[in-house]
């Protein structure tokens, strides 16, 4: 495989839990709710994942157990924040906050296990195609999942009842409510929704691209994925395209290195963070744009009868 059939591989894989987070937080915020946590329950779902997969030697339950950790998580939020009003911002944080210490208590005696060799995944024919082959059609199930999902949430958003419901509810939940639709519950179901795809996210950081744990395996991977979402103007195709865009840094950084670029690797490690920070104050310089792309009600509560 050469150079550059190993750097789009490896940008497809860097980008895959991006892109996995990323999506599940713009289900959270179509919906009007802002979820600050996903740092928090990538760190929970990648020591759930890798435990699992650790006594099991299965792949598929530790994709559940991180599923399931990163969607338990996300419905203690909701229910804080949707079901007793609690402040977005505040519990997002505190979210996050609670899942890198418990992440690091529960993940005490993994610290610098690894996991036996992954199988590899290959798709006849195509495989063997010169340098998209290997770029392309050797990546892990969950990289196509992930592309499968953005198309599925792009249409569900877009060509069908339940999203437009979903993305009313994010624009003027008051006028849901008005029609009938259950805006909390709606809402809920969304946070968890997105919550089990920040947990898949997690777990496939610690079972699949880096099969191993070590404390704050994440590493701002959730912080960036929140970025994604502004920087995709809530539009699930670009998640996509950004989640690779950053993948991509994040593995130039390394080239870089290996090529012996004379430059300080710290300064090459800042890359994927620098480029979050430039894009948002990009966006953030107009103000108008925001207002367009950005559902009404975000981070806004809603009170039934009030």
């Known amino acids: 495989m050469n150079e550059v059939a190993l750097l789009l591989a490896a940008t497809i894989a860097s980008g895959t839990p991006l892109a996995l987070a990323g999506l599940g937080l713009l289900l959270n ?4 709710v802002l979820n600050l946590g996903a740092e928090g329950m990538m760190l ?3 020591i759930a994942g ?4 650790f006594a099991t030697g299965s792949d598929m339950l530790a994709f559940a157990a991180g599923a399931a950790a990163g969607g338990g998580m996300a419905l203690v939020f909701g229910v804080l924040v949707i079901g007793l009003n609690t402040n977005q911002y505040a519990t997002g944080l505190a979210l996050s906050i609670f899942g890198g210490g418990f992440s690091a208590f529960v993940g005490a005696g993994y ?3 690894r996991l036996s060799d992954r199988a590899q995944w290959a798709l006849p024919l195509l495989s063997d195609i010169p340098v998209l082959g290997p770029a392309l059609f050797r990546q892990h199930p969950l990289a196509w999942i992930a592309l499968l999902l953005c198309v599925a949430i792009a249409l569900m958003l877009y060509r069908t009842r339940a999203g437009l419901i979903l993305r009313a509810i994010g624009e003027s939940p008051e006028s849901a409510h008005a029609l009938g639709y259950p805006v909390r519950t709606l809402r809920l179901l969304a946070v968890v929704a997105g919550g089990a795809l920040c947990g898949l996210a997690g777990a496939f950081l610690s079972v699949v691209y880096a099969p191993m744990w070590v404390e704050g395996l994440v590493a701002g991977r ?6 994604l979402t502004a920087f995709a103007t809530w539009r699930p195709a ?3 395209l950004g989640a690779y865009l950053f993948g991509g840094l994040t593995m130039v950084q390394f080239w870089m290195q290996t090529a012996g670029v004379p430059i300080a690797s710290y300064w090459l ?3 994927p963070y620098v480029a979050t920070i430039v894009v948002l104050a990009v966006i ?3 103000p108008t744009w925001i207002r367009l792309n950005m559902p009404a009600s975000l981070g806004k509560a809603y009170h039934p009868g009030h």
């Open 29 to 32: 915020e179509r919906a009007g």
């Open 44 to 46: 929970v779902a990648a």
């Open 50 to 53: 890798f435990a699992t997969a």
């Open 111 to 113: 610290v610098g296990q």
């Open 222 to 227: 959730g912080w960036i994925a929140l970025a």
């Open 238 to 240: 670009r998640v996509l």
């Open 269 to 271: 490690a800042m890359l």
């Open 284 to 286: 953030s310089r107009n």
